[in-house]
Structures are given as C-alpha cells and as structure tokens.
C-alpha cells in the first residue's frame, strides 16, 4: 500500500512538472509553479528557509522520501529502473557506500554556490538537469503534438488549437540534455540509483539527516530468513541482507523491499525499533565529512559559440548577434551578480519567454544560465513571465508596471550599418517602435534639410527592451544594438 501511494505522488509530481517546461499557454505556471519553488536547492538559493526547513523536517521524519517523490530527476531515473526490471529480475545488489565521492561531491558544490561557478551547480543541480531535458528535447515534441492538432482543427472548421513556432534549441544546452538522459538512463536501468547516492549533492546532503529519521525501514532478524530477496530489488543499494541492516543514509524510501519481503521481515516503523546507531559510527561519518569538506574545486578553459538565426524580415539573410562587452539579462535578475549566484539553469525561464529572447550561456562562468540576445524577438514590456516562475530568486518576481521602468541596459547606434546612410533610404524603425519614446530621428547633416535621418538615442530614457535591435533591417548585424548594464537601475 505505502508503495503504490508512493507512485501515484511521484507521478503526480513529475506531471506538474513536466508541464510547467513544455507548456506554452503559461497555465501551468500559474497552477503548479509552486513545484519548481519546493525544489531543494532552488529553495536554498532563493534563501527560502520555510522550504528548506520544511523539507529537512520531512526528511528527520520520514527519510528520504524528497527523492522518490518530489524530485524530477529522481522519479525520472525509477521510470528507466521499472523498464530495466521488466528485462531482469532481481538484479541488483547491496554495495559499500561511496561516502568520499558523495562528500566530495557535495563539498564541491557548495565551494561553487559560494564562489559564484555556475557552471558546476548548472551540471550537477538534480532539478536543473531535469528541466533541461524538459525544455529541449519534450517541449518539441509537445509543440509539434500541439501543431498537428491545429492543422488537424483547422481542417474542420475548428479553432480550438493554435499553432506555434518551434524555436531552435542551444546546440550546447540540448548536447548537455542528451548526455544527462541517456548516462542517467542506462544508470538507472542497470543499477538503479546509482546517481542519486554517489554524484547527487541534494542526495547526499538529504543523506546526511536521514540517518536520524524518525521513520525508517527496519529488518526483524527474527522474521528474516536471509533469502536476499530485499537486496536484489534494493534500486538504492543499501540494504545488507547478510547482516541484516539498512544503510539509511541512501535508502530513498521507496518500500520496495517491504513489498517484496515475503516474511514480512521489513516494516516502516518508528526509530525506537530500529537498531541504534553507534557512537563510533557517527564519529566515523563526522570525520569523514569534515575531511572531505576541505577539498577544493577549479575550474577551466571556455569556448564561446557563435549563433545565428533568421530575423523574419523580408531579407532572407540571418541576422548575427552583436558582440556585447555585457550580457543582457532580464529585468528582476536585479544585476549579473545575483543572476549568476543564484540561478541552477534550469530553463524554466527560457522555456517561459513567449518571444524567444531568452536563451542559455554558453560561457564557462555562466554555462547555460539564461541571457537576453533580439534576434528572434525583444523583451516586452508587458511580459513578466520569466520572474514569476523563477524558483531560485536570480529572477525576482517585477509586475508589468515596474518592468517598464527598469534599465537592463541602452541602445548604441552603428553608423556603418545604418541603411539611410548605406543604401539612401529612409527607415525610422527604430524610432517608431521604442516603446519608451527614447529613439529620435534627427538630420544626419544639421546644415542639409534634403540629409537622412539617422537615430538618436537617449540612454537615460532606453530600457534596453531590444525592439529597436530586433526590427532594425540592417543586415547580418543591426544598425542599433543593445548594450546590457551589469546592475539594473530604475529610470
């Protein structure tokens, strides 16, 4: 019974999120975004200390239960596991704990949460992996679904679906995706929790208190006729049928072995039953962990890709992106410092953005952490969408009033480039598409009133939006480009 509640939260669970990186109505954010804030580290990161508190509560009280059934990437490792048992029954076994690498591990990611190395909480962060496999390999596929039922409404008269456009995916972000899904895949199918009990640093550090859990999985040696039984469907590997204990620091409360325990040897009971926890054991673990807390971490070289799309304008060439001294960021992220300190890479916001502003790093410092490039579209300034799903606090939640008057950075004109100037023509798109009137087209020659117009622009009233870059028709590199700011400011 506690086993098929189990799954029917985990499912539950994964659904909700799941949709909340495929759906592009935004109703899915607006009812299950509080799943992405009851994640673990975007939590920590968000200095939500009721949910961090709340969630290592729940883990002194009855185990790891977090990772079997709130989050994605854990859930999403026991549906490879239930493929790879239908293949072969009984197969996996009790093994020693990795507790240096486990500790390794997490002390690594606290050094890069501390020091700002965004690239190494990107990779290992469970919730963050998850939502890149999300975004970039099932949104696709959901859009496309959601494609064929419009063609298919339309047919009919019916208006029920419309379509949408299927952005092109990071080549560096879905590569990543990829590899996250098919090494976590074949973990889980083969060995099961392999992952979770050895890289995961959510794991190890949830780990860590669920040792003292107040419920836990307890052998009765006088029940247990040690067929192994509960060992060779152990997915976590913790359980030691020969001596008949259960290494609760990796036990992710699944109740596998209580349901296939034929003498009824296992219960989920109360720690008083459990057998104790000896004083040199605990010192063991202690040293262990603070021998392992001071190893440090470095990091290494970078390689930035270009990237290219087509602009949508008439001129079928594809527009460039300018090269910027300051990524853009978007409006909430408050500066480049508190996006970098807080955001996991996710994707939620990328997934989130309706106008394909928003796409992932592919510097080292900021791997695949969200950056505002106009090739696609501009940054609305009734949009707020990517600050209200934000789970971590690197986006802080703006209304649509104050997102008008926050300066993510200012537009910076390119003679060269201009199109009065290189093709005689006269244009002004910039200037009558500034949402914020900061555009004025002036006499490029005072003293010749037959003289192009060129842009002018007034940085102190510029919020950085990139309307004018977007719908600027020099190319394959805007006339006018935005310039991000490393702190917003209000004007």
Partial sequence: MLKKIRQAVAVISIVMVTLLFVDFTGTAARWFGWMAKIQFLPALLSANLVIVAVLILLTLLLGRLYCSVICPLGIMQDIFGAAGKKARKNRYSYSRPKSILRYTMLTLMVIAIVFGIGAFVALLAPYSAYGRIAQTMLAPVWAYGNNLLASWAEARDSYAFYTVDILPRAALTLTVAAMTLIVLGYLAWRNGRTYCNTICPVGTLLGFFSRYSWLRPVIDTS?????????????AACINSKEHTIDLSRCVTCFDCINKCHKGAISYTTRRAAAPVTAATTDSSRRQFMA?????????ALKAQEKTVDGGLATIVDKKIPARKTRIVPPGAVSLRNLTSHCTACQLCVSACPNGVLRPSTELDTLMQPESSYERGYCRPECNLCSQVCPTGAIIPVSREDKSSIQ???AVWVKANC???TDGVECGNCARHCPAGAITMVLSNPADEESPKIPVVNTERCIG???CENLC?????????VEGHESHRTI
Avoid: D, E
């Fill in 223 to 235: 029940k247990c006729n040690g067929c192994g039984l509960c060992a060779r469907n152990c997915k």
């Fill in 292 to 300: 392992v807390t001071a190893t440090m971490a470095t990091a290494a």
């Fill in 408 to 410: 993510i950075g200012h």
């Fill in 419 to 421: 199109v009065p100037l």
């Fill in 465 to 467: 939006c990139g309307a």
């Fill in 473 to 481: 028709p020099a190319r394959p590199f805007s006339a006018i480009y």
